[in-house]
């Protein structure tokens, strides 16, 4: 059963301060003035609220600072506010952080996802509610060079990261399954854009340039991914959460699979033509460097579902999409160099000194 525009009124979104969910954010809260966007982010590394400056005095807006692992904050929150919809994006992000300290992916991804389904499922009082997770194709585990990722495809998660992602997806499937309450999973692949933490390749690469500093390249670069413009995965995210049917998932893609050093070189091109720079002036700061443990080979998404039954598809080429993505972080200065004179640098140091 699809679910009515029109019950929706107190939208919870969680991690609405991080990349994805400020987009996602945003969105909503200028696509639906008559709803109420509540926004509970605890504000981690990767949570910025300058992502929602646009946005952050709107009538319909409010932010909350909260972690979703503190069950007792969360549950109070449910009984409330009394969301009608939850679309929950928080949680530990970066793979190379999980295989730092994978602890934390399982407090967050794993308990505060718990945490957020046990209030929903407390509070579930009107057939309309939905409880909407957000999860990643990372779950499915790596592929070769053939195939794609569909919806039945079955689970086999490879890193810390998207071990937790997974576990999420199953305790949701699970509450759906014994506590019968309404849920829709989508699994997208990598998202790019505006907003991202500059720990991720693109905003890493964009970042490093800017400084000449190297782009490291984990092992051959022969590793491939397919990319999604931010925009359409938020838009995307819309057409499901008004759209989709309860207790399915859909998975989201990009049908842009690119191998990590040709869409380094790609953005090597941008980035000098931007920069009124010569012509393979960045592409000389490309490094190879230690391969990521157990890095998985390529992911490849069949978003044929989503598109076929929601009529939902991409609208941004990964040249159209690169190139605004650039412009942003070229525009944004002030954003990158705060994030850049902070805890980042320690950041930096462990992962690719000496490496
Ligand atoms: P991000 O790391 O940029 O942002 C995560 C946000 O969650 C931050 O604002 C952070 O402060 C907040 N957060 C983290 N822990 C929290 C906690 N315990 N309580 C409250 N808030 C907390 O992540 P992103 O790239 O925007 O990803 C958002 C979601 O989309 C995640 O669930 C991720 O798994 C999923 N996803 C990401 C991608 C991608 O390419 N980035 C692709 C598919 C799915
Ligand atoms: P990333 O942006 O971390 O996303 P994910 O690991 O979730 O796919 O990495 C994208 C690809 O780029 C992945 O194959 C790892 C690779 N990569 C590098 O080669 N160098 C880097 O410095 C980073 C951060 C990633």
Redesign the pocket.
């Given at each position: 059963m699809p679910y009515a525009q029109s019950f929706m009124k107190k939208i919870l979104i969680t991690g609405g301060a991080g990349f994805i969910g400020s987009h996602v954010v945003r969105l909503f809260v200028n696509q639906y003035t008559d709803y109420h966007i509540y926004n509970l982010d605890c504000l981690t590394y990767a949570g910025n609220l300058s992502n929602l400056s646009d946005v952050d005095q709107a009538p319909n807006y409010t932010f909350i600072k909260g972690d979703i692992t503190d069950a007792v904050l969360v549950d109070k929150l449910f009984e409330t506010h009394q969301f009608d919809g939850v679309i929950h994006l928080a949680a530990e992000s970066?793979?190379?952080r999980s295989i730092q300290n994978p602890l934390a992916f399982v407090q967050t991804n794993v308990i505060g996802t718990v945490n957020l389904l046990n209030a929903f499922r407390k509070n579930f009082k009107k057939p309309h509610q939905l409880f909407y997770h957000i999860s990643t194709d990372?779950v499915y585990g790596s592929l070769d060079e053939g195939g794609f990722f569909v919806e039945t495809t079955p689970y086999d998660p490879q890193s810390p990261?998207s071990a937790s992602k997974a576990s999420s997806d199953h305790f949701v499937r699970a509450y759906h399954n014994t506590y019968k309450i309404p849920v829709i999973i989508s699994n997208c692949s990598?998202n790019y854009g505006p907003n991202q933490f500059p720990?991720?390749?693109?905003p890493?690469c964009i970042s490093n340039i800017r400084q000449g500093k190297p782009l490291?390249?984990?092992g051959k670069?022969e590793?491939v991914?397919d990319w999604l413009y931010v925009v359409d995965h938020a838009r995307a995210i819309n057409t499901i959460f008004h759209q989709g049917n309860v207790g399915e998932t859909y998975n989201i893609g990009g049908l842009n699979e690119w191998q990590?050093i040709d869409l380094v070189r790609l953005l090597c091109k941008v980035m000098d033509e931007k920069l009124g720079q010569a012509a393979g002036t960045s592409e000389k700061l490309i490094t190879y460097?230690t391969d990521?443990a157990g890095?998985?080979l390529r992911?490849a998404i069949d978003a044929t579902k989503l598109t076929t039954t929601l009529g939902w598809k991409p609208t941004v080429t990964f040249e159209e999409g690169l190139s605004k993505t650039v412009d942003w972080y070229l525009a944004n200065e002030l954003w990158l160099n705060q994030i850049l004179s902070g805890e980042y640098q320690n950041y930096y140091a462990q992962q690719?000194q000496n490496r």
């Open positions: 970066h793979v190379d990372e990261y990598n720990e991720k390749l693109i890493l490291p390249i984990y670069g590793n991914r990590n460097v990521r890095h998985d992911y690719y």
